[in-house]
């Protein structure tokens, strides 16, 4: 029998790499892989649906997946996670210090549906007391003018919201025209080395084990999409291209964790990925919805409190039924 051809499009990151060059299959399917950057993916999936999968945002996928009737569905297969504690952007001239210094500031960020953005937006209510309508909220390019929201949204009462259309948030920044800029990369006024730019929480990582520790929350940034239409056609794909992905990553960080085979020229990484191992746990990266919960359930919660997500989705709801169905040798 002929293999069922998909197209996927993704970045192109080492977890994946064997899957996408053949070292791993999925059974019974022939992938046609696009390695894109993740702006282009997610644009051109979310507009335009132009693979049968793509890597997504997980805030513009929240927006899609809880829409009714949506023609979307995830596999919990995690393409990038990150802490954003680095993620806070301030012009000293400001006087912010700390987190609760942002109530009654100007915070800019690319797209509202920002993944990066939800997660702090949710940390600094549930943490910090500092509202979404104790901020006035910008949103424009990170270094470059003319960015655009890419799904609907419907903000909160009270939230206030100014689209910049001819600036950057680094322009602005470095300007003082806003405070501070909440963006998953660094603005190129930070980058270059402007006098008053500089990070809210150098101490980052010393935040981000703390704060793991007490909530188990390891932030997703982006997930693998699947447009519906094909597993309403062939039931069985969902589960094979998860079990052609999670075998991909597991054979990802035992290279990372063996210093005879490490791919990469980065001294003492197998070192790092142990203290990692013992950050985490065995699985450093973890895929599927129990390993994850946490992450999932507060996310899902933060988009839907914050208007992007239509309804207060629950984990098993985005992923097809019984894709983590238990199998025993």
Known sequence: MAKLKLSLATTDY???RDFRLGTVQAEGIETIWSMLGHHEIFARFT?????????????????QVTRKDSDIIG??????????????YVNKKSKIRTAKDLKGKTIGSPEWAHTAAVYMRGWLNDEHGVALKDVHWYQAGANEAGRIEK?????????????VKDKSLSEMLASGEIDCALIARPPDCFRQGHPDIVRLFPDFTEMED?????????????????????????PWVARNLFNAFLLSKNRSIERLMDPAVSRYPVASLPTYMRKTADRFGNDTFPFGIEENRPTFEQFLRYTFEQGIAHRRAKPEEIFPKGIMTSIRV
């Open 47 to 63: 507009f335009d649906r132009e693979w049968d999968a793509a890597e997504l945002s997980f805030a513009k996928f929240t927006a």
């Open 210 to 234: 703390k704060y793991y520790a007490a909530t188990k929350v390891w932030p997703i940034m982006h997930i693998i999409a699947l447009q519906k239409h094909v597993l309403d056609a062939n």
């Open 75 to 88: 596999l919990p297969v995690v393409c990038s996670r990150l802490f954003r504690f680095s993620s806070f």
């Open 14 to 16: 080492d977890h994946f």
């Open 151 to 163: 799904v609907e949204l419907s903000l909160p009462k009270g939230v206030k919201l100014t689209r």
